[in-house]
């Protein structure tokens, strides 16, 4: 029923207790965890004025920069999480994508059979939860599996 479980990451309290509860539900139906991270790197907002204004504007030269920290940030939270997962003897497997959070996470759930996706109920920043949707409520409403919230 559990045997493969998708637990998506950041670097949030919610997103820890998540994996917490992931880890012991692997145990319990002896699964396999997929932890993913999807990372974004915006380099430019357009504001509608007149003329338009883009701001903050990053040059690409600084774009790719921004994109090694963003991956580089993603593949440690990746490697914590499969350490902590391997430490109580649950088989994990790691996967980085790079887009929008909701639409990867929806595009991993149907690229593989998952019994159940366990995620926190609210991610690393408000601010952003306002701006984007809330990715929990984005991903509940769009995958055929159970999903486990976790607050």
């Given at each position: 029923m559990f045997d493969k479980i998708l637990?998506?990451?950041?670097?949030?309290?919610?997103s820890r207790r998540a994996l917490d509860v992931a880890i012991q539900i692997a145990k319990k139906f002896d699964g396999k965890l997929t932890l993913v991270h999807v990372y974004s790197v915006v380099t430019s907002v357009i504001i509608r004025e007149s003329p338009p204004l883009a701001m903050p504007y990053a040059p690409s030269i600084y774009a790719s920069k921004f994109e090694d920290a963003a991956r580089k940030e993603?593949?440690?939270?990746?490697?914590?999480?499969?350490?902590?997962?391997?430490?109580?003897?649950?088989?994990?497997?790691?996967?980085?994508?790079?887009?929008?959070?909701?639409?990867?996470?929806?595009?991993?759930?149907?690229?593989?059979?998952?019994?159940?996706?366990?995620?926190?109920?609210?991610?690393?920043?408000?601010?952003?939860?306002?701006?984007?949707?809330?990715?929990?409520?984005?991903?509940?409403?769009?995958?055929?599996?159970?999903?486990?919230?976790?607050?």
């Open positions: 637990v998506p990451l950041d670097r949030s309290d919610h993603g593949n440690s939270i990746l490697a914590d999480s499969k350490r902590r997962a391997e430490a109580e003897k649950v088989e994990a497997e790691v996967m980085l994508r790079e887009g929008h959070t909701v639409q990867e996470i929806i595009r991993v759930t149907k690229e593989d059979d998952y019994g159940l996706i366990v995620m926190g109920a609210r991610g690393v920043s408000r601010i952003r939860e306002m701006l984007l949707g809330s990715v929990t409520d984005g991903v509940m409403h769009h995958v055929d599996c159970p999903v486990l919230i976790v607050r």
